[in-house]
């Protein structure tokens, strides 16, 4: 977003708990009670996305139609809702590769053990939550 010189409103910014579709559900209602809501919200993951979901039916958005939702995690659920959810789906499978190795050698070397950031690829799962500006 910085490298488009999109700007983020610091009350679009809301604390929710990872992995919980009920914290979701009230930041997504927060949100839509901005008097400036948000075209698109992201979610911190897949799951939490699903409360988002529940919010935005309840003030009767609909994802890729009025508003504009993504996930993070590309977990199999986000295949299964309709419209499909668009999200970025992360290696799971380096990450926790690279999480062991981690695990092992602090518990081989405690005293020289550094930990480090590991940035592991993924990719776009485009879905039709995002509404295609194109059309507009």
Same mark, same amino acid.
């Given at each position: 977003?910085k490298k ?5 409103? /610091?009350e679009y ?15 997504t ?5 901005e $008097?400036? %809501? ?29 508003? /504009? ?12 809702l309709?419209? $499909? ?7 799971? $499978?380096?990450?926790?590769? %690279?999480l062991?190795?981690?695990l092992?050698?602090?518990?081989? /070397? ?5 930990? $480090?950031?590991?940035?592991?690829s ?6 039709? /939550? ?7």
């Open positions: 977003m488009n010189g999109i700007a983020i409103p /610091s910014i809301k604390n929710a708990i990872y992995h919980d579709p009920e914290a979701s559900f009230k930041a209602e927060q949100l839509l009670k $008097k400036n %809501q948000p075209t698109c919200i992201i979610y911190p993951d897949d799951f939490a996305a699903l409360g988002g979901i529940q919010a935005l039916a309840k003030y009767s958005y609909i994802p890729g139609k009025n508003i /504009s939702i993504a996930g993070y995690d590309g977990i199999l659920i986000s295949t299964l309709t419209p $499909k959810l668009t999200t970025y789906q992360q290696d799971a $499978k380096e990450l926790g590769k %690279q062991v190795l981690q092992l050698a602090n518990i081989e /070397s405690p005293e020289t053990f550094k930990s $480090k950031t590991i940035k592991v993924g990719q776009l799962l485009a879905g039709s /939550s995002i509404i295609n500006i194109k059309s507009l």
